[in-house]
């Protein structure tokens, strides 16, 4: 599928881009190349290939999932303007 000079300005005012009509051009040329090269990609035997999240055989380390803080949710509470019941009382904001 060959782009023409209206296919490059109609999808950059869709896109809402500012492009000149003389430099469409130069992009007709470099979409040309770049959907070139994806049918190129389309042509490769893919079967049995399983799909990757990432290149790497790289795992995530994680650190413990251990309480390092104490709890001090009634200290906190002490120097609140309003609390109720454990919870922080807030002004109402959608009426």
């Known amino acids: 599928m060959a782009l023409e000079h209206s296919d ?6 869709l896109a809402r881009l500012g492009l000149a009509s003389q430099d469409a051009e130069a992009y007709v040329e470099d979409l040309d190349r770049i959907l070139a ?3 190129q990609l389309q042509q490769v035997d893919t079967d049995g290939v399983a799909p990757l999240a990432h290149p790497l055989e790289a795992t995530q380390r994680l ?6 803080e ?7 509470q002490q120097v609140a303007p309003a609390t109720e ?3 922080y009382l807030v002004p109402r ?3």
């Open 8 to 13: 490059v300005l109609r999808a950059a005012h």
């Open 37 to 39: 090269m994806v049918d």
């Open 63 to 68: 650190r413990a999932d251990e309480v390092t």
């Open 70 to 76: 104490s709890n001090q949710r009634e200290r906190f």
């Open 85 to 87: 019941q454990g919870l």
């Open 93 to 95: 904001v959608v009426e």
